[in-house]
């Protein structure tokens, strides 16, 4: 276990701050499931953005499928154009950057966005691909052994779960 305390509530406020400049007049959230996913649910409410956020997965494109499989293998749901489209990626934890590179894969194969910027809730580090986030709402230092991940409660609030 660990003595890591992260305010998730907190992280998730500080995150549409700086989501919202990334946004501009005319961006679309995504997020990646299923934490970033809830966090573009949220955020598409927070912000007052017109209708829903995409929701993606990277189950198809992961360089693990073979182990992994589909487990939990939401399914991508983006509803809206994404040829031209100003994206926000939004995820949980961006850890060693593969789940960014998946998720890219399986954005283009619905079109050519005009841009794509990544925002995250925490940056844990421990990057194995050049993948970086724009916007990081805490960067934070765990140990390869351990695991980051975002809950959400029946109640809707957000809490972190180290393992």
Do not use: C
């Not at 970033?36 to 409410?45: D, K, N, P, V, Y």
């Amino acid at each position: 276990m660990s003595d890591l305390r992260l305010d998730a509530e907190a992280l998730v406020r500080e995150l549409a701050r700086g989501v919202a400049p990334l946004l501009g007049s005319s961006g679309r959230l995504v997020g990646i499931t299923s934490g970033g996913a809830w966090l573009a649910e949220h955020l598409q409410r927070e912000l007052r953005i017109e209708g829903r956020a995409g929701v993606i997965s990277s189950a198809m494109h992961r360089d693990d499928f073979a182990k992994r499989g589909l487990a939990y293998a939401a399914q991508t749901d983006i509803p809206f154009d994404v040829n031209g489209a100003h994206i926000v990626l939004l995820d949980d934890v961006l850890y060693t950057g593969r789940t960014i590179r998946a998720v890219l894969n399986e954005l283009f194969d619905h079109g050519r966005p005009a841009s794509v910027k990544l925002a995250v809730l925490v940056d844990r580090g421990g990057r194995e691909l050049p993948v970086q986030a724009d916007f990081a709402a805490a960067r934070v230092v765990l140990p390869d052994t351990q695991s980051l991940q975002l809950a959400r409660g029946d109640d809707g609030r957000f809490d972190f779960q180290v393992t």
